[in-house]
């Protein structure tokens, strides 16, 4: 491989910016990565920097999903519970033969928070998914 600008002499490695070829004469060094001289330098480091951003926002994300999936998951138990108990009330008030009309507002308080702890679910496990596991990164 030849360098991009002096087609004669051969390459030393090709510049993280562009992608162009470059010998010892065009080649510049941006914490150890290479880079055309006076070209894509500028750009190289802001690459450098963006990506080092980047790892920390996903190191942040990791953390943020992890404390935010087990917080949703111990509510999404206590909304079950709830369910549950709301449900057995309801019930109880049928067996009983409850005439006042509150045995209906709990089986539908039941069914309304039994609903919501599905919803629950399905949404922790959509945020698992949204971003692969880069922390470690």
Same mark, same amino acid.
């Given at each position: 491989?030849?360098?991009?600008?002096?087609? !004669?002499?051969?390459?030393?490695?090709?510049?993280?910016?562009? *992608?162009?070829? /470059?010998?010892?004469?065009?080649?510049?060094? &941006?914490?150890?990565?290479?880079?055309?001289?006076?070209?894509?330098?500028?750009? #190289?480091?802001?690459?450098?920097?963006?990506?080092?951003l980047l790892r920390e926002a996903r190191a !942040?994300? !990791?953390? /943020?999903?992890? &404390?935010?999936?087990?917080?949703?998951?111990?509510?999404?138990?206590?909304?079950?519970?709830?369910?549950? /108990?709301?449900?057995?009330?309801?019930?109880?008030?049928?067996? !009983?033969?409850? #005439?006042?009309?509150?045995?209906?507002?709990?089986? /539908?308080?039941?069914?309304?928070? *039994?609903?919501?702890?599905?919803f629950m679910i399905v949404a922790s496990r959509q945020?698992?998914? &949204?971003?692969?596991?880069?922390?470690?990164?």
């Amino acid at each position: 491989m030849k360098c991009f600008n002096h087609p !004669q002499i051969d390459a030393i490695g090709f510049c993280r910016a562009c *992608g162009r070829a /470059l010998c010892r004469e065009c080649v510049g060094e &941006v914490s150890g990565i290479l880079c055309c001289k006076g070209r894509c330098e500028s750009n #190289t480091k802001t690459g450098i920097e963006s990506e080092a951003l980047l790892r920390e926002a996903r190191a !942040q994300f !990791q953390a /943020l999903k992890k &404390v935010g999936v087990s917080t949703m998951m111990r509510t999404t138990w206590l909304m079950a519970v709830a369910a549950i /108990l709301f449900l057995g009330a309801g019930i109880f008030g049928k067996i !009983q033969k409850d #005439t006042g009309g509150s045995s209906n507002l709990m089986l /539908l308080i039941g069914i309304v928070a *039994g609903l919501r702890v599905v919803f629950m679910i399905v949404a922790s496990r959509q945020i698992r998914k &949204v971003a692969p596991n880069t922390a470690s990164k």
